[in-house]
């Protein structure tokens, strides 16, 4: 799996913006996909994820509420729209795809991802 994130950018506090994962592949759905984020000098944090299904999704209690997971399995698609930035939400973003038993597993653990995009910049100035 060949994963490819865009989106990133420039925004001011209190914006949004939204993130893309294109995915290749033709067993997308049996993908676990998430969201993860590395500001500088911190270590990666997890940020949402979904189940291969799409019915179930999780999301860090630093965003819950701003953020939104979602995927397109027809599109192989993943997107994270992101509201009411702030400038702590500044980062490298990166999708994830965990192969998964279940449709409906969903995956918080970075370890237990299989494959890594590359990441896209967010920036927020306050």
């Known amino acids: 799996v060949q994963l490819q994130a865009s989106g990133g950018g420039l925004v001011q506090a209190g914006g949004s913006l939204r993130l893309s994962c294109a995915a290749s592949?033709?067993?997308?759905?049996?993908?676990?996909m998430g969201w993860f984020r590395q500001a500088p000098g911190k270590e990666r944090e997890f940020v949402a994820a979904?189940?291969?299904?799409?019915?179930?999704?999780y999301h860090a209690d630093s965003v819950k509420g701003r953020f939104t997971i979602s995927r397109d399995n027809a599109k192989n698609t993943v997107d994270l729209e992101m509201r009411s930035l702030k400038p702590e939400d500044t980062a490298v973003y990166s999708c994830?795809?965990?192969?998964?038993?279940?449709?409906?597993?969903?995956?918080?653990?970075?370890?237990?991802?299989?494959?890594w995009g590359q990441g896209t910049l967010v920036t927020v100035s306050s």
């Open positions: 979904i189940s291969g299904s799409g019915g179930r999704t």
């Open positions: 592949g033709r067993t997308f759905s049996s993908y676990g």
């Open positions: 994830a795809a965990a192969r998964t038993v279940a449709a409906r597993v969903v995956v918080t653990t970075g370890r237990l991802y299989d494959y």
